[in-house]
């Protein structure tokens, strides 16, 4: 395999933290055969773009970035250019880019991303352009070098793919079928990890209550946490992403039990009408989300409850929002992410006849963020003068003289403090909450 010190490449990510650890494999991969990273594109002799299809917007983010490099391209002829990732699994997109944008080196996809060095020497020993796409997932490849951004905290995934089939989402077609990691290589990448220095894992998965099921003992989500939580040195676990259907009890009492466990569940609604939920295929009703909301929250003292919520799924009418405003108001949630419904290529979804007109879906999401915005504020505002522990992950992206972390229940928290504490807890009282994070000084 070639070797060279002297070449650079860029990443640039798009989507969900799935994205953003194959990047880090990415990087990994490129860093054990010799080159090194820049955040400057035109520095790079290797750009790639990991892309995004959840929403039409990540889309044409890539199109538009691709058409930018051409003049690149014409500049400096040396230059690699690869696209990968969901965006490249959908049916015929790979072809689509490569007409576009000829100049294009490499396209691979979320199955065959492990061999992306073996590519790369092709083009560069061979001159030729690539292009594999593998529809079926493949076994779970062990060991890629991972480089990741943060030296405190980390994303292990736990299993790949998805089985639920939202009628609005394309996930299941680019990512594939449900499947988990063995217990033992989730846990050595856990060791790894506090071995080198890390205090916090989010144990990720598109449906981590779903863990196990495909493994063929009698391992469940719930037993995997208390696994995990006997790891020590390690300080805190998340995890993500919870589908309301499948949160067990057992998971709900691992959070409540284990010491490491954050008091944080990320648990997508996407609607508060139970007939858009069936519609969606979601296979809950507003009256069962809300009863389990109400359990986690009696559950587990000091719960946060965050959620994704999508507004303009097709036939949403007014009465089905207010049911989405109302559902909002009776959860309180800690924090809420909110989408316009984009149409996805060969969905269910994308085939219903009632697609709701742009100038509502604008209106009512504007409606909605207010909501979530005035309820978010009045939840941090109960942190004022309270004393939180944080782990301290860094310094602030504004202001370089402060440091951020985030508290157990994961709020991001900015404050005055020494840097030495970089990577260690400590305690933060709270002097000002705002909408999106809150404000305070070291506490000793
Ligand atoms: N349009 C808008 N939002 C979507 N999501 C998934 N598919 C779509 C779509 N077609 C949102 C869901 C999901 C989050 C990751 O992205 O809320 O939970
Ligand atoms: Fe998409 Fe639904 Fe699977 Fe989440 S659970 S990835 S929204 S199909």
């Not at 005035?374 to 003289?401: A, P, T």
Request: net charge negative; glycine share 6%.
């Amino acid at each position: 395999m070639l070797q060279n010190t002297e070449l650079k490449y860029y990443i640039e990510t798009w989507g969900c933290q799935m994205n953003e650890e194959d990047s880090e494999k990415l990087s990994g991969m490129l860093k054990r055969i010799g080159y090194s990273n820049t955040e400057v594109k035109e520095e790079a002799d290797i750009i790639i773009f990991n892309t995004c299809c959840v929403r039409e917007n990540a889309e044409n983010k890539v199109f538009g970035n691709l058409g930018l490099l051409k003049a690149m391209k014409e500049k400096k002829p040396n230059l690699i250019i690869a696209i990968c990732g969901c965006m490249m699994q959908q049916k015929d997109m790979a072809d689509k880019v490569l007409k576009t944008f000829p100049y294009v080196d490499i396209i691979f996809g979320t199955h065959n991303s492990y061999k992306f060095p073996e590519y790369l020497d092709m083009v560069q020993k061979e001159g030729v352009q690539i292009k594999e796409i593998i529809n079926k997932e493949e076994g779970i490849v062990e060991g890629l070098p991972i480089d990741r951004k943060s030296d405190v905290k980390a994303f292990v995934t736990i299993m790949y793919g998805c089985n639920n089939f939202c009628t609005y989402c394309i996930v299941p077609y680019v990512r594939g079928r449900e499947r988990s990691r063995k217990v033992d290589d989730i846990l050595k990448e856990v060791k790894e990890l506090v071995s080198l220095g890390y205090k916090e894992v989010t144990l990720l998965g598109q449906n981590v209550n779903s863990f196990g099921k495909d493994l063929g003992d009698d391992m469940t989500f719930a037993k995997l946490l208390r696994v995990v939580n006997e790891v020590e040195g390690l300080e805190r676990i998340r995890f993500m992403t919870s589908h309301p259907k499948d949160l067990t009890d057992d998971v709900i009492q691992a959070v409540k039990e284990c010491d490491k466990l954050c008091e944080q569940i990320h648990l997508p609604v996407q609607s508060g009408s139970s007939r858009v939920l069936k519609e969606m295929n979601r296979s809950y009703t507003k009256e069962q989300y809300l009863e389990l909301a109400r359990k986690i929250r009696k559950e587990i003292p000091g719960v946060s409850i965050s959620t994704d919520i999508i507004i303009g799924f097709p036939g949403e009418t007014e009465e089905d929002f207010l049911d989405t405003l109302d559902l909002v108001k009776e959860v309180e949630y800690d924090s809420a992410f909110t989408f316009i419904y984009s149409r996805r290529n060969n969905t269910p979804a994308d085939r219903m006849e009632n697609q709701i007109s742009e100038e509502i879906k604008h209106e009512r999401f504007n409606r909605l963020v207010k909501q979530v915005n005035e309820i978010v504020e009045k939840r941090n505002k109960e942190y004022n003068g309270e004393v939180v522990e944080v782990l301290v992950e860094g310094k602030s992206k504004n202001q370089e003289d402060r440091l951020m972390g985030r508290t157990r229940n994961g709020r991001l928290v900015n404050f005055e403090g020494s840097q030495e504490n970089i990577g260690k807890l400590v305690n933060v009282k709270i002097t000002k909450a705002g909408s999106f994070s809150l404000t305070g000084e070291e506490y000793k």
